[in-house]
C-alpha cells in the first residue's frame, strides 16, 4: 500500500499492523519504498535536468495556474 506522497503506509488495525512488522522483520515483505515507475520517472528526470532557477520558475508558472480562478 502507498500512500500518494510515496511512503509506504502502515495498517491502522493492531492485529495486523503486528503482523506486517513481523514479516518485515523477517524479510518476508519489503518496507522500501518502491522507485518510481512509468510516468512518474519523467518528472524525477525533468527536476533532476533543471537548474534551481528554472524549477523555481517551474514552480511559480504552476502556483499562479493554480490560483488564477479563486481571486
Do not use: C, F, Y
Not at 512518474?40 to 502556483?63: D, F, K, L
Amino acid at each position: 500500500m502507498d500512500n500518494p506522497k510515496g511512503r509506504p503506509t502502515r495498517p491502522r488495525d493492531t492485529n495486523q499492523l503486528a503482523k506486517h512488522v513481523i514479516d518485515v522483520a523477517t524479510g518476508q515483505e519489503s518496507d522500501e519504498v518502491p522507485e518510481p515507475t512509468g510516468r512518474a520517472i519523467g518528472g524525477h528526470a525533468r527536476a533532476a535536468s533543471m537548474t534551481p532557477e528554472e524549477r523555481s520558475e517551474a514552480g511559480r508558472v504552476a502556483a499562479a495556474a493554480r490560483w488564477h480562478n479563486r481571486a
